[in-house]
């Protein structure tokens, strides 16, 4: 009998070992129309499991859990999902408002906070159970309510957002969940379609669609308030329709530079960190959407809005110039550099597929299935702020 | 029957030709990716409005088309002309209308 039963723990431990995952180089990507999250290995190239019934997943972003374990899903239609990427489940699954657009984990990995157009505002939720913690309407006055972009997490249990609709940035500080403390930037400019935080927490900047320039606020000295940065850049005048908007997610930089999409205009710009002065302007054949920098910064990859989604432009920014130009397929809509950035995973929506690129050598490594791509996120984003 | 088909369309709005099935799948792709990027993959609305029959019902279809065509100056929306002559707006404008894309 004792045998047995030693068999039977031996055979148990086994099974156990077999079924161990770890999850830190796993991956989401979002399936659009399906509604669905695949989960990906990104050292296999594998993907490992399907999840759907996820809602509108049109404009989806996902931000992890501190121990990578979880992936938290801000869908188009206000759904906010908790994806077990260990059990390869639905965890939980709430919807929390009508429309929503993005959403941030805080610093302590404790609450998610979500990003909604309709009603305009911010609501903050456990991590752990989605329960509602905070609710802050968008209130701009007369009863108005503001759609919300460009939200992140900031150091200090903080998250920064920007009101489209109300030209203003807030930052509301979360150390106390029952008391929220929101502080206001009014007048920050026309129509701030999305923002981004650097790498190190300390400059919000947002980008404006109804007027020219960027806003910055910096978080060491919010007392100097918010200021406008290339204010020449892109006048109203010379700028072309825009099929898609830029997103600002994902900082470019690289040493002192900065590499942002120009809106309305085939460029990318690059910003000097030290006085926020335009560099350079680079000529690239389309208009941007995102603007990526390889984790090492030596490379900035761009992907642009239709009719030139076909393409991604590679700049060296060694040079600041374009050394390769890729055509991964039809409708180039997202890319996710691996945490170290040897390779590069790019979703190319109605070709139904994922590209592996190499990003030494510029040679595609593989491709594989996935219906209607939009979004790819890899689970080291959980140690990244801002992301 | 077939001779009244004409007359029907004038009395309707389906004057225009009907684009080619090959365009319509690329029309309702447009529609529902480039669209809905901004006006939902369910288009219940985003950063733009919503566009479900209920939404549109107050607008013409000389006023719809013209946005597809020309875009709206002081928001987000794109002229879509580069890309959508104005038959294939009006289909659209219909295809909206009915509900089922």
């Known amino acids: 009998m004792k045998k047995i039963v030693s068999l039977l723990a031996f055979l148990l431990s086994f099974n156990v070992l077999a079924g161990l995952r770890a999850t830190g180089d796993l991956g989401i990507v979002i399936e659009r129309e399906d509604g669905a999250a695949l989960i990906i290995n990104t050292t296999e190239h594998k993907q490992l499991a399907k999840i759907g019934k996820l809602g509108d997943l049109s404009h989806a972003s996902v931000v992890f859990s501190r121990d990578q374990r979880y992936a938290y899903i801000f869908g188009r239609d206000g759904g906010l999902s908790k994806i077990d990427l260990l059990q390869d489940k639905l965890d939980k699954r709430i919807i929390q408002a009508g429309n929503s657009i993005g959403g941030a984990i805080s610093q ?8 909604n157009y309709t009603p305009g505002g911010v609501k903050v939720f456990s991590s752990e159970t989605l329960e509602l913690v905070a609710d802050i309407p968008a209130d701009y006055g007369d ?11 900031a150091p200090g249990q903080r998250f920064v957002f920007s009101l489209f609709d109300a030209g203003e940035i807030w930052m509301l500080d979360m150390k106390n969940p029952q008391k929220p403390i929101i502080e206001k930037f009014k007048n920050i400019g026309k129509l701030p379609y999305d923002a981004l935080i650097s790498p190190d927490g300390r400059y919000y900047i947002a980008g404006l669609f109804g007027e020219s320039g960027m806003a910055l606020l910096d978080l060491w000295n919010t007392k100097s308030g918010v200021k406008r940065i290339l204010p020449d850049y892109v006048k109203t ?18 040493g002192d530079y900065v590499f942002v999409p120009a809106i309305g205009k085939h460029e990318v710009l690059v910003i000097d960190k030290q006085n926020w002065k335009l560099v350079k302007a680079i000529p690239v054949p389309g208009q941007p959407v995102f603007v990526m920098a390889r984790p090492d910064g030596r490379q900035v990859w761009v992907n642009f809005a239709m009719p030139d989604n076909n393409q991604l432009q590679v700049i060296d920014v060694k040079d600041l110039s374009l050394i390769k130009s890729l055509t991964p397929g039809k409708a180039v809509l997202h890319m996710e550099f691996t945490p170290r950035g040897e390779q590069v995973w790019v979703a190319v929506r109605d070709d139904d597929q994922l590209v592996v690129y190499d990003t030494e050598t510029l040679q595609e490594i593989t491709r594989l299935p996935a219906q209607k791509p939009n979004g790819i996120f890899f689970s080291a984003r959980a140690h990244k702020i801002g992301l | 029957m077939k001779k009244w088909l004409p007359l029907l369309c004038i009395t309707t709005s389906c004057l225009a030709a009907e684009p080619s099935p090959e365009r319509q799948t690329i029309l309702l792709n447009l529609l529902k990716n480039d669209c809905g990027a901004c006006h939902g993959l369910t288009l219940q609305g985003g950063m ?17 088309v013209s946005t597809i065509l020309n875009g709206r100056k002081g ?6 002309q580069p890309f959508i002559n104005h038959d294939e707006a009006l289909w659209l404008v219909g295809v909206l209308r009915n509900g089922k894309h």
């Open chain 2, 48 to 64: 733009g409005p919503a566009l479900l029959p209920d939404s549109l019902a107050g607008k013409t279809d000389e006023f719809l």
């Open chain 1, 108 to 115: 302590d990995g404790k609450l998610i906070a979500v990003s």
């Open chain 1, 143 to 153: 009863g108005k309510r503001s759609k919300v972009v460009g939200l992140v997490d």
């Open chain 2, 75 to 80: 928001t987000a929306m794109p002229p879509w």
């Open chain 1, 237 to 254: 005048e010379e700028k072309l329709p825009v099929y898609k908007m830029p997103h600002l997610e994902g900082w470019a930089v690289a």
